[in-house]
């Protein structure tokens, strides 16, 4: 019985071990942009978003060999094991953080550059039923705000940024802030995006004008008493 123990064990600390090397890139981001992280250990063993990414990683494997029905099972397990639904032929980059997770969905066609951070509830889908690339691009050091909804073949550009339950329709450029439904751009003065935003405090232009308006309307009653 003993030995049966030690075997588990020596085989549960060479397989964390791999992982920890073969997905160090993953482990770090969420060191970095997660600051309930405390250990390397407690991020192998309690993060989902970064179980999905294990499944998806041979999921995508198996569906780039054409294996047939096995990698799409796979996506389905990952679904049910962790919450966040990934299709097996999504193109992933290195050091993506999938922050709590929960009700993430990644399109067949997604391409996902390096570094990004999706939070719960975000959504890189399709619209219509049209064949092809259906789904969105999403460049490096990318944020996008929970419940977030990014649909379509588009491009969202390096170092952007998408607040909380906006919805992205249209292509975004390099150094922006997306707010809104439908989602409304406004540049950063070519600064890059900072990955830990306050989601509170993102800044929309709509409410900007709005705001000058009621200081112009409110100069004007002034000046008319």
């Known amino acids: 019985m003993l030995e049966i123990i030690m075997t588990l064990f020596i085989g549960f600390v060479l397989a964390v071990s791999v ?4 997905f160090k890139d993953e482990v770090r981001s969420t060191r970095e942009r997660d600051p309930a992280a405390t250990n390397i250990l407690e991020i192998l063993l309690t993060y989902a978003g970064l179980h999905a990414l294990i499944l998806h990683r041979i999921a995508h494997v198996l569906w780039n060999m054409k294996v047939p029905f096995f990698p799409r099972w796979l996506s389905q397990f ?7 639904e990934i299709h097996p032929a999504a193109k992933i980059g ?3 953080f999938i922050d709590h997770g929960m009700g993430v969905v990644i399109g067949e066609t997604t391409v996902i550059g390096d570094n990004v951070t999706l939070y719960q509830g975000v959504t890189l889908g399709g619209t219509g039923k049209e064949k ?5 691009n999403i460049g490096d050091n990318v944020v996008i705000g929970a419940g977030a909804k990014i649909l379509g073949n588009i491009t969202m550009g390096d170092n952007s940024y998408v607040g909380a339950n906006a919805v992205v329709i249209k292509d975004v450029p390099p150094n922006s802030t997306v707010v809104g439904v439908p989602g409304r751009v406004t540049k950063q003065d070519g600064k890059k995006m900072e990955t830990m935003l306050d989601h509170v405090h993102v800044f929309d232009p709509i409410m900007q004008k ?6 112009r309307i409110d100069n004007l009653e002034k000046d008319n008493k």
């Open 132 to 136: 092809g690339k259906r789904h969105p």
């Open 78 to 84: 990952n679904r049910w094991l962790t919450g966040i």
């Open 19 to 22: 992982v920890a090397v073969v």
């Open 210 to 215: 709005i705001e000058e308006l009621q200081n």
């Open 94 to 96: 290195k050091g993506l």
